[in-house]
């Protein structure tokens, strides 16, 4: 029988519409991050089993494994890339109608795409869902800008502390060289399929500070995904907290500075719910409300 | 209003189901279907982390029964082990031994508050794989650090 003839087409058009609402946890970037990691670990454990209760050909089996934990990781960490940008756009949300320095220049959008981001929920989504975040040096870049007292040229806030520029907090700077593998391995993955070239073995060599095989596959193993889904978990909740406090300092600044600009306790209580963190915003305390 | 569920069940508030889950300080869970916990805690999760949660949110859940009787009574921590369900009642493996997590056992949960059931689950192969490395961290450790 011969392949039927089917208007391909409208068939790649139709897979627009086949979507799911965002679940609620998506308002808030912490939650939203735990739940969509959850969510791929919870798939990956439920085809292991399968595999492994039905294990005729282990080495067939370990193949297909290995395939999926390789879209296991990148899953994984596209999550986290779109929790610094939930969080960045929560950070330009709360405070683009109450500072007027040049802290947003630097998120560039080409006129070309300006019509798209009308459609864009907030500004602060605008401004950061279309760049990648991929690259310690670029976070922190965004970040330090963007929680900068006013009108400096540069802030003291490093996402990612450099442990080679000796950026602080020093108890942070273990994250700096791990989180550089672990963007460099995402472009491996997505890039290349996997495959290490020659080139991507010369920069992860700079950045792990070991050997590292060039024109080889790359074959994680469940306890690489283990190991690295923990490290971001933990790097996802301290990065959330970090930013919270930063940005409440900041608002604190702020309202000492021009006392009228908005109201405390509804600051800090806006802050709360997006960070789901106890924050102080010039005296007022809010608390996360209950899930 | 949420919907309930249309199986037979019990009142249990999460705190007793925390105190349960203290009583086996070495295992690991995993919850599936509940967007509540699992936007809040990385799992699978060891017993301190899920039990804190618990506490925390501190609201009452329904329990599958499995007497046919049970329309929404309260009950405790003693009696959820007779609720628990285990993963071989639910897997077939043509003859094969059962694979080692067919022991882990589960709990059919729904919190009164919210739609939709949910799944809470002993991990037993994550806790092997904590122990082990707990093994090499003290291994690894300076002799007068253990």
């Known amino acids: 029988m011969p392949r039927p003839p089917i208007d391909l087409s409208r068939k790649i058009k139709d897979i627009l519409g086949h979507v799911e609402p965002l679940p609620p946890e998506s308002a808030v970037p912490i939650r939203h991050y735990d739940r969509t990691a959850n969510d791929i670990w919870k798939s990956l454990a439920y085809v292991e089993r399968a595999f492994e209760k039905g294990n005729r050909y282990p080495t067939v ?3 297909h494994l290995g395939r999926l934990y390789g879209m296991a990781l990148v899953q994984l960490i596209e999550a986290f890339e779109r929790f610094l940008k939930e969080v960045a756009a929560a950070c330009v949300d709360r405070l683009a109608t109450i500072i007027g320095d040049d802290r947003f220049g630097l998120f560039t959008i080409k006129g070309s795409a300006l019509a798209s981001h009308f459609g864009a929920a907030t500004l602060g989504k605008s401004l950061c869902e279309s760049a990648t975040w991929l690259d310690c040096e670029e976070v922190n870049k965004r970040f330090r800008k963007l929680l900068s007292d006013p009108f400096q040229e540069d802030g003291k806030f490093w996402l990612f502390p450099s442990p080679y520029k000796n950026h602080p907090p020093a108890d942070q700077q273990s ?3 791990p989180m550089g593998v672990i963007w460099q391995l995402r472009h491996t993955a997505v890039h290349n399929v996997g495959v290490i070239t020659r080139s991507d073995a010369v920069k992860l060599r700079l950045l792990a500070r070991e050997p590292v095989s060039g024109d080889v596959l790359l074959a994680p193993t469940w306890d690489d995904l283990r190991h690295l889904r923990r490290f971001l978990d933990e790097t996802a909740t301290v990065c959330n907290e970090r930013v919270g406090k930063r940005l409440a300092d900041l608002l604190t600044l702020l309202h000492d500075q021009t006392p009228g600009l908005f109201v405390p306790q509804e600051m800090a209580d806006r802050l709360a719910a997006d960070f789901r963190l106890t924050v102080v915003v010039a005296g007022a305390t809010g608390v996360p409300p209950p899930d | 209003m949420p919907d309930v569920p249309n199986w037979p069940h019990y009142e249990l508030p999460s705190t ?3 105190a349960w889950v203290d009583q086996q300080p070495d295992m ?5 279907g509940d967007p509540l916990l699992t936007g809040r805690l ?15 949110l501190n609201r009452p859940l329904l329990i599958r029964a499995k007497s046919p009787d049970a329309t929404g009574q309260p009950v405790g921590r003693d009696k959820i082990d007779s609720l628990a369900s285990q993963f071989y009642e639910n ?3 043509d003859g094969r031994e059962h694979p080692p997590w067919a022991s882990d056992r589960l709990l059919d949960l729904w919190w009164k508050d919210r739609p939709g059931g949910w799944l809470l689950a002993e991990d037993s192969a994550e806790a092997t794989r904590a122990k082990a490395e707990w093994a090499e961290v003290r291994a690894a450790r300076p002799p007068a650090a253990r």
């Open chain 2, 42 to 56: 990385s799992f699978p999760c060891p017993s301190d982390e899920l039990a804190a949660d618990l506490r925390e």
């Open chain 2, 16 to 18: 007793e189901l925390a």
């Open chain 1, 61 to 63: 089996v370990d193949r």
């Open chain 2, 91 to 93: 897997i077939h493996t």
């Open chain 2, 28 to 32: 690991w869970w995993m919850v599936d």
């Open chain 1, 175 to 177: 994250r700096y060289e």
